[in-house]
């Protein structure tokens, strides 16, 4: 494989990008900072297929980066190969609007062949190729210029790395026919819903008690506030007013600005500064969540009871079991708030009652629940029986 010296150039990067426009697949990485701005900065971009790779500078002056950032979003020829994408995604998401697609993410693959939840990406490649990764560089400032070679080589060694794993793990996924089990992750993954930041929707990232529609709506227009002052500052928004803060000033409205210098998580300078000054006027002129809005209650929520606790933590059982018998991360096949809500009589909209997930778990759950399937220990293994009346 070409590896190319950093791409700091137009003209370099627009010629790298027409020739893996034609490639099956790229293989892409990003470096990035994120500890002291709301917007992650990005520092690198690396990408490879199975011919050339290359690491670009995003920070370098006057590059263009409209050819690469094309290949990712617009060209539908080409499969984009990440590990643990999102934080990646949400960054070309930033910069485009738009995600990569089609595109496939190795981590979430690793669950369908055995290699537990959440593999980073060292243990990936050690599994795979029998490379262990110097990880001296790991923790870098990537927004530091100039950057040197054993940087560099660090961040291409991501991709093409990649590179070689993913052919071998795509053809065991067809050898063991479960390749079809990741479309809809992988639809889901690139969704651009999941990575539009909506300051209206910011409320319910807080964790708060009660659901009184004064309180509520105090929060919906001070978290909306601390999300607009937290972009136009470029600032994590926990630099702002942190969650904890949040919720309080929801519960226990300020009644004039000066009260702020009691509020704990506030600066005292709260109490006559313009910060201070905007958060009133926020607070002031918050209304009530409208009905449409507010959260459903807890107990309007599927009731488990205790009966149905009990029942929620057998289908657990059978997860466990099921998911070791084919050797897939049980994640993959369900999450523990599908089998509550099984458990508690949903039998609509649930992704274990569709599909590949049916097949593989959802039918054995669904017979647990009503009362068609028990378990039994057979040679010192838990296994699933069928009962004697089974229809």
């Given at each position: 494989?070409?590896?190319?010296?950093?791409?700091?150039?137009?003209?370099?990067?627009?010629?790298?990008?027409?020739?893996?426009?034609?490639?099956?697949?790229?293989?892409?990485?990003?470096?990035?900072?994120?500890?002291?701005?709301?917007?992650?900065?990005?520092?690198?971009?690396?990408?490879?297929?199975?011919?050339?790779?290359?690491?670009?500078?995003?920070?370098?002056?006057?590059?263009?980066?409209?050819?690469?950032?094309?290949?990712?979003?617009?060209?539908?020829?080409?499969?984009?190969?990440?590990?643990?994408?999102?934080?990646?995604?949400?960054?070309?998401?930033?910069?485009?609007?738009?995600?990569?697609?089609?595109?496939?993410?190795?981590?979430?693959?690793?669950?369908?062949?055995?290699?537990?939840?959440?593999?980073?990406?060292?243990?990936?490649?050690?599994?795979?190729?029998?490379?262990?990764?110097?990880?001296?560089?790991?923790?870098?400032?990537?927004?530091?210029?100039?950057?040197?070679?054993?940087?560099?080589?660090?961040?291409?060694?991501?991709?093409?790395?990649?590179?070689?794993?993913?052919?071998?793990?795509?053809?065991?996924?067809?050898?063991?026919?479960?390749?079809?089990?990741?479309?809809?992750?992988?639809?889901?993954?690139?969704?651009?819903?999941?990575?539009?930041?909506?300051?209206?929707?910011?409320?319910?990232?807080?964790?708060?008690?009660?659901?009184?529609?004064?309180?509520?709506?105090?929060?919906?227009?001070?978290?909306?506030?601390?999300?607009?002052?937290?972009?136009?500052?470029?600032?994590?928004?926990?630099?702002?007013?942190?969650?904890?803060?949040?919720?309080?000033?929801?519960?226990?409205?300020?009644?004039?600005?000066?009260?702020?210098?009691?509020?704990?998580?506030?600066?005292?300078?709260?109490?006559?500064?313009?910060?201070?000054?905007?958060?009133?006027?926020?607070?002031?002129?918050?209304?009530?969540?409208?009905?449409?809005?507010?959260p459903l209650r807890e107990d309007r929520k599927p009731g488990l009871g205790k009966d149905g606790?009990?029942?929620?933590?057998?289908?657990?059982?059978?997860?466990?079991?099921?998911?070791?018998?084919?050797?897939?991360?049980?994640?993959?096949?369900?999450?523990?708030?599908?089998?509550?809500?099984?458990?508690?009589?949903?039998?609509?909209?649930?992704?274990?009652?569709e599909g590949w997930r049916f097949d593989q778990f959802g039918r054995d759950a669904l017979d647990?629940?009503?009362?068609?399937?028990?378990?039994?220990?057979?040679?010192?293994?838990?296994?699933?029986?069928?009962?004697?009346?089974?229809?």
């Amino acid at each position: 494989m070409h590896v190319h010296p950093l791409i700091t150039d137009s003209a370099t990067l627009a010629n790298l990008c027409a020739r893996l426009a034609d490639a099956p697949f790229v293989c892409v990485d990003t470096e990035f900072m994120r500890e002291n701005t709301y917007w992650p900065e990005l520092c690198l971009i690396q990408i490879a297929d199975t011919e050339e790779a290359a690491a670009i500078d995003p920070k370098a002056p006057g590059l263009d980066m409209q050819p690469l950032l094309d290949l990712l979003v617009n060209n539908e020829d080409v499969l984009k190969v990440f590990h643990a994408g999102g934080q990646d995604i949400e960054i070309i998401y930033n910069l485009t609007g738009k995600t990569p697609h089609p595109m496939f993410d190795t981590q979430v693959a690793a669950m369908a062949l055995g290699q537990g939840e959440q593999i980073g990406y060292s243990n990936l490649v050690d599994s795979w190729l029998g490379i262990q990764i110097d990880k001296g560089a790991r923790f870098t400032d990537w927004s530091r210029r100039p950057l040197d070679q054993r940087q560099v080589d660090y961040a291409i060694g991501d991709v093409t790395h990649l590179s070689k794993i993913f052919p071998r793990m795509l053809e065991r996924l067809k050898k063991t026919g479960r390749g079809a089990w990741l479309d809809q992750e992988m639809e889901r993954i690139s969704d651009p819903a999941n990575y539009a930041n909506d300051p209206d929707l910011a409320w319910k990232r807080v964790r708060i008690s009660g659901r009184r529609a004064d309180v509520l709506g105090r929060l919906k227009a001070i978290a909306r506030w601390r999300e607009v002052e937290a972009r136009a500052k470029d600032l994590p928004r926990g630099r702002i007013v942190k969650d904890e803060t949040l919720a309080d000033l929801a519960g226990h409205p300020p009644k004039r600005q000066s009260d702020l210098a009691k509020v704990r998580g506030l600066s005292a300078t709260w109490a006559s500064n313009d910060i201070g000054r905007r958060l009133m006027s926020v607070i002031e002129a918050a209304e009530p969540l409208p009905a449409s809005e507010m959260p459903l209650r807890e107990d309007r929520k599927p009731g488990l009871g205790k009966d149905g606790s009990l029942v929620a933590d057998l289908l657990k059982l059978l997860l466990k079991i099921r998911a070791r018998d084919i050797d897939v991360a049980p994640r993959l096949l369900a999450r523990s708030e599908e089998l509550e809500a099984l458990a508690a009589g949903v039998r609509h909209d649930l992704a274990i009652l569709e599909g590949w997930r049916f097949d593989q778990f959802g039918r054995d759950a669904l017979d647990l629940v009503e009362g068609r399937l028990g378990f039994a220990v057979l040679g010192g293994k838990l296994k699933m029986t069928r009962t004697e009346n089974e229809a």
